[in-house]
């Protein structure tokens, strides 16, 4: 997946207000047994069996298929998702955070993640940020009066607001995966850049 330094990030926000979206829906079964790690790929089958019918044809009444959401995500739209509680439930798959990432999603915002996925997530360079309820019914309000609604992530100061109303949550994150993101490094990344102090300590 893209690695892409995060700083502070203000988009329009996707509202996908399922409480306990598991990762079948995320990402239907049948696109496990694919081989590639072609990001489209995977876009292409975020949210797949409600995003179309059997005869794959767009379900209008469905968030991502109205015209104000519609739109593919890139800088500044539809790179934050505002989900609901206990985003990510069900079994493990990585292909569930594969596939948010493929769509171009930088940012999911909930009040509860299922573990496994929260750090899959944080893997394919997808920042998971927990907010508290309250403010999750805010955001998801705002977002339904005003779809062009600007939500901004403040990775460094680890802060989300509501640019609509002006409030803010402080969100938790753990160091080593925040300057992972910041300085756009993967697990290995992350060791061969400290390759010269692995060594040094190994001689020791």
Known sequence: MAKEKFNII????LPINIDNCNTDLIIPARYLASTTRDPKFFGDAFMHDLRYDADGKPVADFVMNQPAYSEAPREGVHQIIVGGKNW???????HAAWAIAGYGVRVVISSSFADIHRNNLLNCFVLPVIVSPEFQAELFASIEKDPQTIVTVDVPNQTVTNEATGNSEKFEINGYKKYCLENALDDIDFLLKNQDKIVAWENK
Not at 10 to 13: A, G, N, R, V, Y
Not at 88 to 94: A, L, T
């Open 10 to 13: 203000k988009s329009t926000c």
């Open 88 to 94: 990510g439930s069900g079994s493990s798959r990585e």
